[in-house]
């Protein structure tokens, strides 16, 4: 089993920046493929980006290219989700999430979210 906490969502202008965490613990953090997903009231939950359990790999949703970075330290179980340029579109509940590999369809563990509002 995995567990996984979020943080570092909050309130921010329209050009500020963020950084979100997700610290994990249980199975060992370092094989699994990480994301970030992000929802709001009424939508579907959507891919922001992911990490392969290296690190080296990265995808990231056409609507955060250049502006998002993901990045992983697996000395210390944690995913980074830095977001730079923020816009008011990007306000939504922020989620990470685990898989056992890059190539699975399905995340099997999930956080409980962090907001994240951007005002304009």
């Known amino acids: 089993q995995v567990q996984l906490v979020e943080s570092g969502g909050g309130l921010v202008q329209a050009g500020g920046s963020l950084r979100l965490s997700c610290a994990a613990s249980?199975?060992?953090?370092?094989?699994?493929?990480m994301g970030w997903f992000r929802q709001n009231p009424g939508k579907e939950r959507g891919i922001v980006a992911r990490i392969s359990s290296s690190g080296i790999t990265t995808y990231y949703a056409d609507s955060v290219k250049g502006r998002f970075t993901i990045s992983r330290d697996n000395a210390k179980n944690t995913v980074y989700l830095q977001m730079n340029s923020l816009k008011v579109e990007d306000t939504a509940v922020y989620y990470c999430?685990?898989?056992?590999?890059?190539?699975?369809?399905?995340?099997?563990?999930w956080g409980q979210g962090t907001q994240v509002t951007v005002s304009s």
């Open positions: 999430a685990a898989k056992r590999s890059w190539a699975a369809i399905a995340y099997d563990y």
């Open positions: 249980g199975r060992t953090f370092s094989s699994l493929t």
